[in-house]
């Protein structure tokens, strides 16, 4: 992953110059903005592999970067991975932007270390893809089809944009049938992560897949996980 471009919309500068000093530390090209417009400029200008996002920025919220970052690759443009940072651990806010097209967030105060990390593990898991042994498209409940080797999904024949998260795990779900997947088995085998850490982001994907893809996509198994199937619960 070295020299891979990460955009850093972050207002407060202590912690951006942090941020960016140990991201270039382990090899990426950073660019940095300071506001949501400014953002989004460099956004094109600089076309990034992944964007490290605050939630609370000036012009623009960071809500509304994200979404128009989302809209750019429904349009076609192409699909970035967001990190979101959030400077309260508010479950709104977390569901929210985890709603509107990030792949993963971090709770201020936080270590630059543990912020690469997640950056490592996103850009890892982008760079990944969840193929099986026939990759032509599968029909999921009826009307979701997910073409696996081009990374698509369509319901009812009309093609809907998933982030890179979104896709990756629905695709998981997809490649084990029927079974049943728990909270900490999605959050290691999607996001990477072995700490059991970030149950609310596995919850807040999930329902950003039925918003998108209907209610009867993914079935929740109460006090297990999630598995492909009928069912709203």
Not at 124 to 132: A, Y
Request: proline fraction near 5%.
């Amino acid at each position: 992953m070295t020299g891979e471009r990460i955009l850093l919309i972050e207002d407060e500068v202590a912690i951006a110059d942090a941020v960016a000093a140990r991201l270039r530390s382990v090899g990426f090209v950073v660019e940095m903005a300071g506001d949501g417009p400014e953002g989004l400029d460099r956004f094109d200008e600089f076309s990034p592999a992944l964007v490290v996002l605050d939630l609370n920025l000036p012009g623009l919220d960071g809500l509304e970067v994200c979404r128009r970052i989302q809209a750019k690759a429904a349009e076609g443009v192409r699909s970035t991975p967001v990190v979101m940072l959030t400077a309260r651990d508010d479950e709104t806010d977390i569901v929210v932007g985890l709603g509107v097209g990030a792949d993963d967030y971090l709770t201020k105060p936080f270590s630059p270390r543990e912020l690469v990390a997640r950056v490592q593990a996103v850009l890892r898991r982008v760079g990944e893809q969840v193929v099986g042994p026939d990759p032509s498209p599968r029909t999921l409940v009826g009307e979701v089809e997910l073409e696996l080797a081009s990374r698509r999904a369509f319901r009812r024949g009309d093609e809907v944009h998933l982030t890179p998260t979104e896709f990756d795990l629905l695709a998981r779900l997809v490649a084990r049938g029927g079974a049943v997947l728990t909270r900490d088995q999605l959050l290691h085998q999607v996001w990477g992560y072995r700490d059991g850490s970030g149950p609310r982001t596995v919850d807040s994907h999930v329902r950003a897949l039925r918003r998108k893809l209907g209610p009867d996509v993914i079935r929740t198994v109460h006090g297990v996980g999630y598995s492909v199937g009928d069912g709203k619960a």
